[in-house]
C-alpha cells in the first residue's frame, strides 16, 4: 500500500512542508518502509512452489515491521508470516 502513496505523498509534502505529511514519512521510515519495495510477488500464484517462494520473500520484508510493532508494545492484530 505504501507504494501506490509514496510518489503521490513525497509530492506533496515537497510542495507544502505540511507537517503531518513529514510525520507521515517519518512513521513510514520508523516501521522500514523507506524506501517503499517497487514490487510485492504474486502471493496468490497458481503454482505452489512459486507461492512459497513469494510469501517467504515477503515474510522477510514483512519480519522488521513485526519486531518494531512487538517493540512498542504492539501485541494483538500483528500477522504472522
Known sequence: MWHDFYDVV???????QNPITGALFGLFES???DPP???LE?????DE???KKNRESFSK?????IE?????GWKKYILVL
Open 37 to 39: 519495495p517497487q514490487n
Open 68 to 72: 518494531e510493532l512487538k517493540n512498542r
Open 31 to 33: 516501521l522500514g518502509f
Open 61 to 65: 520484508r514483512y519480519r522488521p515491521l
Open 42 to 46: 504474486d502471493m496468490y500464484h497458481p
Open 10 to 16: 513525497d509530492k506533496s509534502f515537497k510542495q507544502s
Open 49 to 51: 512452489a512459486v507461492r
